[in-house]
């Protein structure tokens, strides 16, 4: 088995949508599974040309690849049959290739309607928290419990270890929010209820040593939508804002920004230990030409984007991994 994962190295946003995209234009994958999160999820996705925004559904289907909902994951089953027929009428044949683990965990319209009423975190409101919450309390209900999947349900172990429609498994683990968002290395309480890291996709069935690359994925400034206050006092975050059309997939809140954490975009990197990164939205910097990055409480001024780039290029070679190959793009469709 050979397996590659996304990970988003900031918190969501970052392009995953884009890059899940291009590896399945560009490789072999059998599957593509989805590893944690559930509708919170927004992934924007530009396939030949048109724009699309999934939640629950991996992008293996734009390409004929068999794609599930991992045991990670929670879902909410009118959204998912929802977005099935979105699919299904823009031409995207997702009924037959798109499958949920059994052991899938399901959002109820009882925990929509309870994460409704946050106001402390800034949730997505789409019932993840405590649909997460009753899983590990022992109470809450799987996938194979509600008749409304029962077509699109698959068993993990058989599909992965006792499968003869396959020579060798070859699986993208596409990920949903990213690492400032994670519920251990996030900043906690404004997290999200699951793991985001390379940990989690382990953790749906995958031996460690069938991992090949580790693809982190950030953006070249940083966006967070929530509650808490993230946003630099700078009047040109409301440019990138706008010319970087930073407003939520799923809820279509203004997403706040800020310039790169480098030393977050360093501690993720290792932690998650990839060996391939895209960095994203460079487009946007380029017309504002303006170039910075935190480093701890120092904002590092560069003269250009070339400066940049060899910066960020130079330590994280030298502090993470000399073998990582990092991409810098400016492309809605293409790495
Ligand atoms: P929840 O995941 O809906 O419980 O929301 C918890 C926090 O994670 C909030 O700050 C959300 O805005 C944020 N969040 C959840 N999903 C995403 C995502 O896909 N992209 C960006 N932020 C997200
Ligand atoms: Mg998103």
């Given at each position: 088995m050979i397996a590659d994962v996304i990970v988003d190295?900031?918190?969501?946003?970052?392009?995953k949508g884009k890059i899940a995209h291009a590896l399945c234009r560009d490789k072999d994958y059998t599957h593509v599974i989805r590893y944690n999160g559930g509708c919170n999820a927004g992934h924007t996705i530009y396939h030949e040309g048109v724009k699309f925004v999934t939640h629950h559904?991996?992008?293996g289907v734009f390409f004929g690849i068999k794609s599930i909902i991992g045991p990670g994951c929670v879902v909410h089953v009118d959204t998912f049959l929802q977005e099935i027929k979105e699919l299904e009428n823009a031409g995207i044949p997702a009924d037959d290739l798109v499958h949920i683990a059994t052991n899938a965990h399901i959002i109820t319209d009882f925990h929509r309607i309870e994460d409704g009423k946050?106001?402390?975190?800034?949730?997505?409101?789409?019932?993840n928290g405590p649909a997460y919450r009753d899983k590990y309390g022992r109470r809450g209900v799987r996938?194979?419990?509600?008749?409304?999947l029962s077509k699109y349900l698959v068993n993990m172990y058989q599909e992965l270890y006792?499968?003869?429609?396959?020579e060798e498994i070859e699986v993208l683990f596409e990920g949903a929010q990213g690492f400032g968002l994670d519920?251990?290395?996030?900043d906690y309480p404004f997290v999200t209820s699951s793991h985001c890291t390379v940990g989690s996709a382990i953790?749906?069935?995958?031996?460690?040593?069938?991992?090949r690359d580790i693809w982190g994925v950030a953006k070249i400034y940083e966006t967070y939508v929530g509650a808490k206050s993230f946003e630099g006092?700078?009047?040109?975050f409301e440019e990138i804002r706008e010319l970087g059309q930073?407003?939520?997939?799923?809820?279509g809140r203004p997403r706040q920004v800020n310039w790169m954490d480098f030393d977050m975009l360093k501690m993720a990197s290792r932690i998650n230990g990839i060996n391939k990164l895209v960095i994203n939205k460079m487009d946007i910097l380029d017309e504002i030409d303006v170039w910075r990055a935190y480093s701890g409480p120092h904002m590092l001024e560069f003269s250009s984007r070339d400066d940049m780039e060899f910066w960020i290029q130079t330590k994280l070679q030298m502090d993470?991994?000399?073998?990582m190959k990092i991409y810098f793009s400016g492309d809605k469709e293409h790495i």
């Open positions: 190295l900031q918190y969501g946003d970052c392009g559904i991996p992008c946050d106001e402390e975190i800034g949730t997505t409101k789409r019932g996938a194979v419990e509600d008749p409304r006792e499968n003869d429609e396959f519920v251990d290395w996030g953790l749906n069935g995958v031996p460690p040593r069938s991992i006092p700078e009047d040109i930073e407003y939520g997939a799923t809820t993470v991994n000399e073998d």
